[in-house]
T-cell receptor, first 118, second 114 residues
Framework: DGGITQSPKYLFRKEGQNVTLSCEQNLNHDAMYWYRQDPGQGLRLIYYSQIVNDFQKGDIAEGYSVSREKKESFPLTVTSAQKNPTAFYLC?????????????????FGPGTRLTVL | AQTVTQSQPEMSVQEAETVTLSCTYDTSENNYYLFWYKQPPSRQMILVIRQEAYKQQNATENRFSVNFQKAAKSFSLKISDSQLGDTAMYFCAFILYNNNDMRFGAGTRLTVKP
């Protein structure tokens, strides 16, 4: 079955440590995204990547970094510079061009990672 | 910049009844897509329904339908015959055609009561 996987489901980090969240997709999608979700707020875009070896900052990129070395993978690193990293993180991907305009603008989401800073 | 507003933080409905969730958005563009996503307690985001802006006909998916008013920039979701499994957060989302920046509302927490 095609889909998006995120690991781990729960992650605990001590203050001052960097931590990397995994996101993998086998949908053959070009575009991938990272969102942060806080209570009472919608999803806010951290970074997105339209193609391998290319990525763009979203609204709240400070304190985060990403890489896109493979089409299937888009890991997110939460650095010690992120002041309030405790949140729920969602990864998504989007198709491009082979399923019609409606489906190609739809984002598919992974199950999320809950990050807690101790 | 495009913005999406959901003015109802929480709503409740009795099982088998109908409920409507509101969403408004702001854009100066003409070609875009609108979505409603459901996030149950598992926190998995699930697409409920989508609407392409140039289509005048309102989208329908089984018990879910939308009232899309382009001039008013309104995109409400109607859930008919509500079921306990409909209990979730519902997010309205907007994206310009062939763009990567999807904008989400703050969400409406819907509780279906038995």
């Amino acid at each position: 079955d095609g889909g998006i996987t995120q690991s781990p489901k729960y992650l605990f980090r001590k203050e001052g440590q960097n931590v990397t969240l995994s996101c993998e997709q086998n949908l053959n999608h070009d575009a991938m995204y990272w969102y942060r979700q806080d209570p009472g707020q919608g999803l806010r875009l951290i970074y997105y990547s339209q193609i391998v070896n290319d990525f763009q900052k979203g609204d709240i990129a400070e304190g985060y970094s990403v890489s896109r070395e493979k089409k299937e993978s888009f890991p997110l690193t939460v650095t010690s510079a992120q002041k309030n990293p405790t949140a729920f993180y969602l990864c998504a991907s989007k198709g491009s061009g082979d399923r019609g305009p409606e489906r190609d603008n739809e984002q598919f989401f992974g199950p999320g990672t809950r990050l807690t800073v101790l | 910049a495009q913005t999406v507003t959901q003015s109802q933080p929480e709503m409740s409905v009795q099982e088998a009844e109908t409920v409507t969730l509101s969403c408004t958005y702001d854009t100066s563009e003409n070609n875009y897509y609108l979505f409603w996503y459901k996030q149950p307690p598992s926190r998995q985001m699930i697409l409920v329904i989508r609407q392409e802006a140039y289509k005048q006909q309102n989208a329908t998916e089984n018990r879910f339908s939308v009232n899309f008013q382009k001039a008013a920039k309104s995109f409400s979701l109607k859930i008919s015959d509500s079921q306990l499994g409909d209990t979730a957060m519902y997010f309205c989302a907007f994206i310009l055609y062939n763009n990567n920046d999807m904008r989400f509302g703050a969400g409406t927490r819907l509780t279906v009561k038995p």
